[in-house]
């Protein structure tokens, strides 16, 4: 079965690019705009002292006048109790007392008016302060917007040069780079989700789980209502075996976005793990009314129906895969798988050229392709196919036990005991691995050993019936060679009740979690 793999999320380098520009430019309009602020505060502040010293010179003048007329007032008052106590009692013409009358009114009337003319200007002195009182309140709100402008572009200058790393990082080939750029993006904006989901892709790539874990666990807990994270999340527990926590992040994946096709398709593939081919099948008939286009899920579904027996349906979902998806190397292999099944060699031989011209470094293709020539009888061809299959997945047991098994079939029993003894190096615990070796232990008759590895392999899966087989052989040849009668009957009396074993068994095709669909003929 095979799960949707996921590349990077959110941003891509294109994107990113016309994202710096707007940005670019929205700086340099607050940078502007910052200017133009900072003239208008000049000329505010130029204004409030122009104002506040033409407010001083109006208060001088204003106590100069008012000292001026209070002391020409108290000269008049004292004049008029000069003249009212002293001259009272002589006689004053009366020109003169008029003229004197007249003046003092006059006087007097200047006195009121510039009373008033003061009052006047203590009132406009007033509004003066208020006016400069409300400058000083603009200059505040004028300085709290550029400050704040300043912060908004350096945020932008900042949320630039990250995007400008997680550009840099999408399009780099170089893992360990690309997660170094990354971390950068993240340490300038600590809530950049999409970063975190990249770097936990490339991290999950390079085998490092828990650092992929933890950043798929950062995704959710920035965007808890996005089903992305959960997604990414439920496909690394899925390949780490953690299948209850899988399916509740599939689950959760499928609830926050109910048209999520690949969604439907892991967790159609998990339960297709989890022998739900049911539910399963349900999944993945949801994610083709979703995305009738969705070449995965018709891919996994031909999968299921292959498992179920439907070899014609499996057959008509693997068409539809390839002709939705002409690129499709993985519905390539399987489909030559199907055709090896249904004995169309010619067709498969086919489909896996096919599939490696596509992806030249398609392990599986060659690897099958090979065990195709291996039961055609071109034993050369099937070498020089797992010989590349070797060269490009030197870490994998699949590849030197399909040689180690040419080389039995050639008789090269040195060289095929030195393939399976790597093969079981990488990995000791699959039994047809340790299968073989045993059939290499019999074709050099050492059939005590052969049968003490058989046993391995039978206890590696008992329902593997070439073993019980094998090792019935081996019993039958010891018995031949036996002289002494009672330990011959044993040993007949073994070979008679494995063979009854497997009698019992259903034809069992080894299947290899490799890549992907990887079956043994």
Not at 47 to 72: A, G, H, P
Not at 380 to 398: E, K, T, V
Not at 497 to 519: G, M, Q, R, V
Request: charged content about 30%; some cysteine; hydrophobic content about 35%.
């Amino acid at each position: 079965m095979l799960c949707i793999s996921f590349t990077v999320l959110g941003l891509q380098p294109n994107k990113v690019h016309t994202q710096q520009q707007s940005q670019q430019k929205s700086i340099e309009q607050l940078q502007q705009q910052n200017d133009t602020l900072k003239q208008r505060v000049a000329s505010l502040e130029k204004s409030i002292k122009d104002c506040q010293d033409y407010n001083t010179t109006r208060e001088s003048m204003v106590n100069n006048n008012l000292n001026i007329w209070f002391t020409i007032l108290t000269i008049v008052m004292a004049l008029i109790g000069i003249v009212l106590g002293v001259a009272a009692p002589i006689y004053i013409n009366s020109r003169t007392d008029k003229n004197l009358r007249e003046e003092f009114k006059r006087q007097n009337d200047e006195l009121k008016e510039q009373i008033k003319q003061t009052k006047a200007d203590a009132q406009s002195a007033k509004a003066s302060l208020s006016s400069v009182t409300e400058l000083k309140e603009q200059i505040y709100e004028i300085k709290k917007d550029i400050d704040d402008s300043k912060k908004k572009a350096e945020k932008a200058a900042r949320y630039a040069k990250a995007s400008e790393y997680f550009s840099q990082a999408a399009s780099e080939k170089d893992s360990n780079k690309a997660i170094e750029l990354y971390t950068k993006a993240i340490e300038i904006r600590p809530n950049f989700y999409q970063a975190f989901g990249n770097r936990g892709i490339l991290k999950q790539q390079m085998e490092d789980m828990d650092g992929a874990m933890q950043d798929y666990d950062q995704v959710i807990k920035l965007k808890p209502n996005e089903a992305l994270g959960y997604f990414i999340r439920g496909c690394l527990r899925h390949k780490l075996g953690d299948q209850h926590d899988a399916m509740n992040d599939y689950n959760q994946a499928i609830q926050l976005k109910p048209d999520y096709a690949d969604a439907y398709v892991n967790r159609g593939v998990l339960k297709a793990d989890l022998k739900d081919q049911h539910g399963a099948m349900n999944d993945y008939n949801q994610a083709i009314q979703l995305k009738s286009d969705h070449a995965v899920a018709y891919l996994n579904r031909g999968n299921l129906k292959d498992d179920l027996g439907d070899k014609e349906g499996a057959m008509q979902d693997y068409d539809q895969a390839i002709k939705l998806k002409s690129d499709y190397a993985a519905a390539y292999l399987t489909r030559g798988i199907l055709k090896t099944d249904l004995n169309d060699q010619f067709g498969a031989i086919q489909d896996y050229d096919q599939a490696i011209r596509i992806r030249p470094d398609y392990t599986a293709a060659y690897i099958n392709r090979a065990a195709l020539k291996d039961s055609l009888g071109d034993l050369q061809g099937s070498i020089q196919d797992y010989d590349q299959a070797i060269r490009i997945r030197p870490d994998h047991p699949a590849g030197y036990n399909g040689r180690a098994n040419v080389w039995l079939t050639m008789g090269e029993l040195e060289k095929a005991m030195e393939d399976v003894m790597y093969a079981l190096h990488l990995d000791p615990t699959q039994y047809y691995i340790i299968d073989t070796k045993g059939e290499i232990l019999m074709k050099m008759e050492k059939y005590h050993e052969a049968i003490d590895v058989f046993s391995q392999a039978i206890n590696a899966n008992n329902k593997y019936k070439d073993s019980y087989q094998k090792r019935a052989e081996c019993y039958r040849q010891l018995a031949k060679q036996e002289q002494d009668d009672e330990v011959k009957q044993k040993y007949f009396k073994k070979a008679e009740d494995d063979e009854e074993k497997a009698t019992k068994l259903p034809e069992f095709i080894a299947e290899i979690n490799y890549e992907s669909t990887l079956k043994k003929p």
